[in-house]
């Protein structure tokens, strides 16, 4: 019969406020150690999806060009927006979904396909951001490549 036992004898159960205290000063430290890591991490993986975004426009753009059987221009209006042949419908402005990415060296030459999918001259575009840079290449018979 537990009930019959002294109050001094009988086990408290329950956390105390020091190993409370202990805990969340543990896990301050892991946090604060795996933040930096976890920045650098976002920014390889906005560059990275940014450069595929990128890249499979410019595959739509060729598709685009030889389906309609015309030349069909990617024009680059900034160092972070581009624009798919000449509607602003086919706008692009990746400042917002991929916060500090830009093209390096400011806005690139635009890419003209022809109604075969070819270039005039092959292409080479190159983003960055703080962590990382990715570049994009383009050969002169429209095949699109992200070299790692």
């Known amino acids: 019969m ?9 086990r408290a159960t329950g956390i105390s406020a020091i190993e409370i205290m202990v805990v969340i000063g543990i896990m301050g430290t892991m946090m604060a150690i795996a933040a930096p890591r976890f920045s650098s991490l976002m920014g390889a993986m906005r560059i990275s999806s940014a450069s595929r975004q990128i890249a499979t426009d410019l595959q739509l753009a060729r598709m685009r060009a030889i389906a309609q059987h015309t030349a069909y221009t990617v024009t680059f209006t900034s160092s972070y927006a581009y624009t798919l042949g000449t509607g602003a419908t086919d706008a692009r402005d990746f400042s917002q979904l ?7 060296g400011g806005t690139p030459a635009n890419m003209t396909f022809t109604s075969v999918g070819t270039l005039a001259s092959a292409a080479t575009l190159t983003l960055s951001n703080n962590y990382r840079s990715q570049q994009i290449q383009v050969s002169t018979l429209g095949k699109v490549t992200l070299p790692h």
Not at 2 to 10: N, Q, T
Request: charge should be positive; proline fraction near 12%; glycine fraction near 6%.
């Open 98 to 104: 991929y916060p500090g990415t830009s093209f390096v």
């Open 2 to 10: 537990h009930f019959l036992k002294p109050l001094r004898a009988r």
